[in-house]
């Protein structure tokens, strides 16, 4: 099966400063891969995702990107804001959006 | 919110008792799952269904069952409870063909074992 390595499992950033978080999947047939932020307490939400056909997306000041032949994508989080503190879940599929497979999360802290 | 409910939220039970864990959604979707999260290993698949009476073994399955007799409803049931169980579940829907491609999760079920 899968198998998502993610990291780093903690990061601490000063309030305005960028964030990265790097994931790593081993089965080149992955084709769908989705970022999901936990707030303390609460259920994991969807925030970005991207397909194995796309190589870059953003919104606003999240961004995601992919590169299929390292087998690897990343969360780019730019001017970050308190309320961005939050345990961050990679994921990945494949063959379709079914049966995700989540890396450990990274668990990000805003210093304000 | 999002369709889709859990209960209980909250459960404390003994070792060797089964346990039942509800999910119910109102979205109509095909494909539901359980996973479980505890620390340092993030979201674990325990069972998923893509339909009624259609459902498949996660990478955790072991000591779990499922059952999804209605679309709305999927049933996960510890069947002898043990400290090893202890941990949140979640309950998902989605993962259709269709944008929104994502996952909406449950509240979630934080199961105590003792």
């Known amino acids: 099966g899968e198998n998502v390595e993610q990291h780093p499992s903690t990061l601490s950033v000063q309030e305005g400063d960028s964030a990265v978080i790097k994931c790593t999947y081993s089965?080149?047939?992955?084709?769908?891969f989705p970022w999901y932020k936990q707030e303390l307490g609460k259920r994991p939400q969807l925030i970005i995702d991207i397909r194995s056909n796309v190589g870059e997306k953003k919104d606003q000041r999240i961004a995601v990107t992919l590169n299929k032949t390292a087998k690897h994508f990343s969360l780019h989080i730019t001017e970050t804001q308190p309320e961005d503190s939050a345990v961050y879940f990679c994921a990945a599929s494949i063959g379709g959006y079914q049966k995700v497979t989540f890396g450990i999360g990274t668990k990000l802290q805003v210093i304000p | 919110d999002a369709g889709i409910t859990q209960s209980p939220r909250h459960k404390v039970t003994e070792t060797g008792t089964p346990v039942t864990l509800r999910c119910h959604q109102t979205?109509?979707?095909?494909?539901m799952y359980w996973y479980r999260q505890d620390p340092g290993h993030g979201l674990r698949l325990i069972h998923y269904?893509?339909?009624?009476?259609?459902?498949d073994k996660g990478e955790v399955s072991d000591g779990y069952s499922v059952s999804r007799s209605k679309t709305e409803d999927f049933l996960l049931t510890l069947e002898s409870a043990t400290s090893s169980q202890t941990s949140v579940y979640f309950c998902a829907i989605g993962g259709e063909q269709g944008a929104p491609y994502g996952y909406t999760f449950g509240s979630g079920t934080r199961l105590t074992v003792v």
């Open positions: 269904s893509y339909g009624v009476k259609d459902t």
């Open positions: 979205e109509n979707h095909r494909y």
């Open positions: 089965d080149s047939a992955s084709n769908y």
